[in-house]
């Protein structure tokens, strides 16, 4: 047990955590809430060099990794149950991974639009399958999945992108209301832009957050079983005219509707 400073005389259990694309820079953050929480960590991302260097950022807490590509979608199943046995309980578990790819290439290419597909949205679903029928049959539990505020509108900058962070989403919807009863909650996490490698080559402006506050918020959504949560929370204003912008006007403003 843990004391958490929030509540005098407030003390929460040691959770045990899955945390899939732990490597990114925005869960590697959440990682680190956690350990500093007490929790213990089982950490998949697909390169090695780069688990190994996570686990070292926390000295003293109780992690294990596995190492896995989501991109090998049919494989997912067996390393939801290899990270299920590392644990034993799951109490919580955040899909983190996710990749913007090249969207004028995907106009071009359907391999090109379906590696971005099913790096967002096909081993997306490969993996919550078995997650969501552990956690109904246990009774319990938290699951958090990373979308995209992209996801909201198709636009032509990254439409490709969006529309796979946007499946997710609706699926995510039915996903929360069918685990409803067992009494596991789902967390969709409606990420703005955040400064990391993958936007590296972006440019960067206002709206860009950073890793370490984004954590906190979907550390904070979790926490409080939100069902969805607009990372940062300004979004949450933004984007509803973004949605509900008629087409004729939205395609006439170059800030919305431009490449």
């Not at 958090?144 to 995510?172: E, F, H, Q």
């Not at 832009?193 to 957050?209: C, G, I, Y």
């Not at 005219?241 to 006007?249: A, D, F, G, H, Q």
């Amino acid at each position: 047990m843990v004391r958490t400073g929030d509540d005098i005389g407030y003390v929460r259990a040691v959770e045990r955590i899955l945390i899939l694309g732990a490597t990114s820079a925005i869960a590697a953050e959440v990682a680190a809430l956690h350990a500093a929480r007490g929790d213990r960590l089982h950490l998949v991302g697909r390169s090695e060099a780069k688990l190994a260097a996570l686990v070292e950022r926390m000295p003293g807490a109780s992690v294990t990794s596995t190492v896995a590509d989501f991109a090998l979608a049919h494989e997912n199943e067996a390393v939801v149950a290899k990270c299920i046995d590392a644990l034993g309980v799951v109490d919580r578990v955040l899909i983190a991974h996710g990749d913007l790819g090249d969207q004028l290439e995907s106009e071009k290419s359907f391999a090109a639009a379906e590696q971005i597909i099913v790096a967002n949205f096909t081993s997306a679903v490969s993996l919550l399958i078995p997650i969501a029928n552990h956690l109904e049959q246990q009774g319990r539990g938290r699951i958090g999945v990373i979308t995209s505020v992209a996801g909201d509108r198709g636009r032509p900058r990254n439409y490709t992108y969006g529309a796979s962070k946007g499946a997710l989403t609706l699926y995510l919807q039915g996903v929360r209301s069918r685990l409803y009863a067992s009494g596991v909650s789902v967390t969709t996490l409606k990420l703005g832009p955040v400064d990391t490698p993958m936007t590296v080559s972006h440019h960067k402006n206002a709206l860009f957050a950073k890793p370490e506050p984004v954590a906190r918020s979907i550390v904070a959504a979790m926490d409080a079983r939100t069902p969805e949560a607009y990372v940062p929370s300004f979004w949450a204003a933004i984007m509803p005219i973004v949605k509900n912008t008629p087409e004729r006007l939205f395609q006439k403003l170059s800030f919305l509707s431009g490449r």
